[in-house]
């Protein structure tokens, strides 16, 4: 069994678009096994040329971490500037523009390890606020999942998509202190 102690995270890079693709993959793939295919659709993103794009903007951002255990990637969070579809911060701000990590190895806190790292590095900028925003489809269950992490719910947002339903979001907050 995997400890919580051997989960480290490390600073990602172009190398890391194929982890952050598989990572996305595996998680579409546990979402669908539970008809929850609002959040991230019911096709893998290593075969969507969209997808792709954005994993390697990521990867190449300077933004992506990842949470590794025995040197393979079980996690990922993006950092930076908020999304073109949520409202602007009115204040400095560090955004998260991911945040997955690997089911098989679900209850080894991942996901808050993360999060505790995007909360040092908002830090380290100088900035108090920490924002992400989620799926908040089905029963919520993101937006509450985050909430126990520490973060508030404040703007309710949807993206409308051509073709396919509108995709409901929240934004949340955390202060840092």
């Not at 793939?29 to 290593?46: D, F, I, K, M, N």
């Not at 950092?79 to 955004?95: C, D, N, R």
């Not at 900028?125 to 999942?145: E, N, P």
């Amino acid at each position: 069994m995997i400890e919580r102690q051997s989960v480290t995270v490390r600073r990602g890079g172009p190398a890391d678009a194929g982890a952050v693709l598989r990572l996305l993959d595996d998680a579409t793939a546990w979402l669908v096994a539970r008809g929850r295919t609002g959040q991230w659709g019911t096709e893998p993103a290593s075969t969507d040329p969209r997808r792709i794009a954005q994993a390697d903007a990521w990867a190449g951002g300077g933004g992506l971490w990842l949470a590794v255990v025995d040197e393979r990637p079980v996690g990922a969070l993006v950092v930076g500037a908020a999304t073109e579809y949520v409202p602007p911060a009115t204040e400095p701000e560090l955004y998260v523009n991911l945040l997955v990590t690997d089911r098989a190895h679900a209850g080894l806190g991942i996901g808050g390890r993360l999060l505790a790292h995007a909360a040092d590095l908002a830090r380290e900028r100088g900035v108090g606020l920490l924002r992400v925003d989620c799926y908040a489809g089905d029963d919520r269950a993101l937006v509450g999942w985050y909430t126990r992490q520490g973060f508030t719910p404040t703007d309710p947002f949807t993206v409308e998509r051509p073709g396919r339903p509108p995709w409901p979001g929240q934004v949340l907050t955390r202060r840092l202190d």
